[in-house]
């Protein structure tokens, strides 16, 4: 939504909504995204949307942040702002020819939360904890930060890349240590690449 008001001096937008929706994709062929209580698959080849899991929404669940996919083990995790930050872990059924409406649904609070290899993810916590889960929401371990970091980005397997006020830095979680890090304003998205 946009709300405008006009002056002799001009005229001032404010803009009320998040334009980018939630989404992620897969292979540059799979779009995931959320619309109408609905986590949906949008094939790109085909042109095809189809509905796969009815996810429980509503205005109390707050503003949805972002949508990751992990493909080895079909789960999807969704970042909201509901309770100052929460996730909800699904997994996608294989047959994506009808729509699942009972799904188990694992739920946290946290910062961010996103996934860094087979059957693991990695959760932040408001104190800049970080938690690593598997997909059954257990914790296998509990990193202290080096520094206070306020978002996280995936990285190469078993890396994520830690972003706090003025650096950006890539932090190997088996070893628990620092590989690399930058020097960089508030950045609002990464994304890792490998050159081959």
């Known amino acids: 939504a946009v709300v405008s008001t006009q002056s002799t001096g001009g005229m001032l937008v404010f803009k009320l909504e998040r334009e980018r929706p939630a989404y992620t994709v897969h292979n540059n062929e799979t779009v995931f995204?959320?619309?109408?209580k609905y986590i949906r698959t949008y094939d790109l080849p085909s042109a095809r949307d189809v509905p796969v899991i009815s996810v429980r929404r509503n205005g109390a669940a707050g503003r949805l942040n972002s949508l990751s996919y992990n493909p080895q083990d079909s789960a999807l995790l969704i970042l909201t702002d509901a309770d100052g930050g929460s996730y909800e872990l699904y997994i996608v059924p294989k047959d994506i020819t009808r729509v699942s409406e009972t799904p188990e649904c694992k739920r946290g609070i946290c910062v961010c939360a996103i996934f860094t290899g087979r059957d693991r993810f990695v959760v932040m916590d408001k104190q800049s904890f970080i938690s690593i889960r598997?997909?059954?929401?257990?914790?296998?371990?509990?990193?202290?930060p080096h520094y206070p970091s306020d978002w996280?980005?995936?990285?190469?397997?078993?890396?994520?890349?830690?972003r706090s006020d003025e650096r950006m830095s890539i932090y190997d979680i088996q070893q628990r240590r620092n590989l690399g890090e930058i020097v960089c304003p508030q950045m609002k998205y990464a994304t890792w690449t490998s050159l081959e």
């Open 152 to 162: 996280m980005f995936p990285g190469p397997a078993g890396t994520i890349l830690n």
């Open 33 to 36: 995204y959320i619309k109408d």
């Open 134 to 144: 598997n997909l059954k929401n257990e914790e296998i371990k509990k990193i202290a």
